[in-house]
């Protein structure tokens, strides 16, 4: 949702852009901050982006929206533009933002920009854009204080206030001879202290941090768990190679929460992608592919039982109901699992509870709604072959099996691949549609067979 | 998932719990991380729980502790503890985290509590606790460092030096005389002016804030957007109120998640509560009536086409793939709108076109699975009434119609209840299941009787 205030940036960029008026689409964009810009040109059309970005007052807002683009959006913005124009704007980004937007330019433009830059600072992007995009040194940035560990709190503190970025500059990292990470030292550490004691001696020597192959969603974990502003990340050898700061911790946690409420439905995040029609075609058909396929065993089986159906053609109507029930609870169940691997609120030592609590849970929503469509049965068929008790038997007991085995299966299958070390948000939603489907149709005919069909 | 570590840390101390070994527990309790502690009780019982909090080694790790627990087992570790065992414990906390452990007792307790805490504590305690806990003024805290306007760069800095909490120290808020805030000034802007600047000059006064009742998600949404540290929260009145810190806004961000993912499922938080079935049974039971009021539209509906099945009964073998191929594509498509109007990638504006883009999707899949679904129909019933023609026609087309309506249900709904300011996590599930199975079933014996009715 988009709040008052953008809604009105959004609305009068178009009309001012529409009729040409240039300068006041500059003096608003001067007006304007760089991150509300970059959200509100999601909701323009490509041309309507460009003429925004070559409005914009100068390189380093230009170098700021690019930062807060949509990935997707960046490479739309600078297509085609001259590498003297786009040098400029990328040499003024730090240089984690660097890597991400050169990330999602093609081959040939990022290597024009990284020979635009300086050398060094060139050096610096080649080495970040080898890491993983979504690992600690994918999302690191290079710009961290470090200092050897005999440094004493006076001249730390001198150091802080020469450093241009004292903002960022949370923790004191200290680091030995050959540069691995030894200890940490709060700015509270530094005030606190004589003026001479030496880093070494205040500080905290047992130090959180990730290697640079480590998932961000684990530095996210960590950096959440430990309330930290920064994560340190350092390479195999233990030498520091940069931190991960706060704000890119809280765009992990939303961009990972999205992936998993994405995954769980078979999507992923192409889904706002412009307006791909194929794309989006490719990433869900997979997933609907098990759909399908139990679908498919339903009506096999169904088949099967050809017969049972002649003789009480009533049993039809309810079977979109006992999977329909089977298959939400399913659902219902595998979620909330998936969801508490994900925050560590559910972990194999309490699996086993949680499965005997779901299948409770299964029998108590079953008992009710098979009581209820009981009774619809024996109101709506009382004069069903084998008698009414016969078909409101089978309904009532279908759904009070079909959801209790369901709620097992929904809780079992995301613990077991995640024992087996598959992620539960891709694999669970098909594996227990499926099941729950066949399981459905099974237990319907066989509860049906036990009471009606030896009279039918 | 819990970590090595952690799972290590877990059975340890179960074990030595068991053994009674009370001198290595606390050992190992005084080199953990409380952080870690609260995730560990976690997973052991109300006993160990309680056996653990003794153990810890001072009230300031049972207070760091205590914060870190999961709410609703904040009330069961301090349940029938004398007050002058708990008093100390809850006055080492800060007072936000204060607010947050008393909001989880019973009132009696909170009460007491409250009245050993010192009165300047107290009072500000009470405030807190009148607010709504999701909102700003729920998760502030008081602990903020404002000075006022005229204050010099010189004056701020020996401020900042004599303050205990440097840390939490990230910004410099400027109030006016009757304390209304009125600008912000970054550590780095302190440093960089000459010492007799005062703060009025160098300040920022186009100041983000929130004010005591905005809702703890748009608190999270400002802090994430421009990057900030800490969000100002004033009272209506425009004066500081307190800040709300990027370590909550983190909480709030994963909360958020969870919430919206369960919601969708017809769940809540609950479902990691305990292990409480009742309670679980009871939230999850409203959600599940829709489903069990679609399925039984359905079952009506197919009540009325009783003849059509009687006369061709290989119709029932496709009606669970019918109404599952159109289920799931509505349940993807509601999901990718849902969770889009939560992130902001999908807003009123675009939503038209994400409608007509997800129609598109449901037409190709249901394309893809319509003539996948005929192919089997051929060679399964070759000898069906009105030629198998008639039946593969059926249910291709039944298929790909049912789809695309679901498709565009699926975005229509959620789109019409942020319209409407009704949560669409909440509503969209039940609307779009019970209008697909309704949809599903007409769509199929009207195809029906176009192609086979008629000759059946």
């Given amino acids: 949702m988009l709040s008052q205030r953008l809604q009105v940036l959004q609305e009068t960029l178009q009309k001012l852009l529409r009729r040409g008026a240039k300068t006041h689409v500059e003096r608003l964009l001067g007006r304007s901050r760089p991150a509300d810009i970059a959200v509100v040109m999601r909701f323009l059309d490509d041309r309507q982006r460009r003429q925004i970005f070559d409005l914009l007052p100068d390189d380093e807002a230009r170098a700021e929206t690019l930062t807060e683009l949509d990935g997707h959006l960046v490479g739309e913005v600078v297509a085609d533009r001259p590498i003297e124009e786009l040098a400029p704007v990328v040499a003024s980004m730090s240089a984690d933002d660097q890597a991400d937007v050169l990330s999602e330019l093609d081959d040939g433009l990022r290597q024009q920009l990284i020979d635009a830059l300086m050398p060094a600072e060139a050096e610096e992007i080649e080495e970040l854009l080898e890491y993983d995009p979504e690992t600690a040194g994918g999302i690191m940035s290079p710009d961290y204080f470090a200092l050897p560990e005999h440094t004493t709190a006076r001249e730390a503190i001198e150091a802080l206030q020469a450093t241009e970025d004292v903002e960022m500059a949370f923790y004191i990292y200290a680091v030995d001879e050959p540069g691995h990470l030894v200890g940490v030292v709060s700015l509270r550490a530094l005030v606190t202290h004589p003026p001479n004691t030496p880093l070494s001696e205040m500080m905290e020597s047992d130090v959180i941090s990730a290697t640079v192959d480590t998932d961000q969603e684990e530095v996210a974990r960590l950096a959440a768990r430990y309330n930290l502003l920064a994560v340190p990340v350092v390479d195999h050898g233990g030498t520091l190679a940069g931190i991960v700061t706060i704000d890119d911790v809280i765009d992990v946690i939303r961009e990972e929460a999205t992936e998993d409420i994405l995954k769980m439905a078979g999507a992923d995040e192409t889904a706002y992608e412009g307006h791909s029609l194929w794309k989006n075609f490719r990433v869900r058909a997979p997933w609907l592919f098990a759909t399908w396929l139990g679908g498919l065993a339903a009506s096999v089986l169904i088949g099967a039982f050809e017969s049972q159906l002649e003789a009480t053609v ?134 049906a067979s036990l009471f009606i069909g030896n009279l039918g």
Same sequence: chains 1, 2.
């Fill in 314 to 447: 009533a049993l039809a109507a309810f079977i979109p109901i006992v999977l329909g029930m089977g298959g939400n609870v399913g659902a219902q169940t595998a979620t909330i699992i998936v969801r508490g691997l994900a925050t560590g609120r559910v972990s194999g030592g309490v699996g086993l509870t949680y499965m005997v609590r779901e299948t409770g849970v299964g029998v108590l929503l079953g008992s009710l709604y098979g009581v209820l469509l009981a009774g619809y049965a024996v109101f709506r068929y009382a004069d069903a072959p084998g008698g009414v008790g016969g078909l409101a038997l089978t309904v009532g007991l279908s759904i009070l099996a079909s959801m209790t085995c369901s709620a097992t299966v929904g809780a079992m299958t995301p613990l077991v691949f995640d024992r087996l070390h598959v992620d539960p948000a891709v694999a669970t939603g098909p594996i227990v549609t499926t099941t729950v489907d066949v399981l459905g149709i099974l237990v319907y005919f066989g509860t």
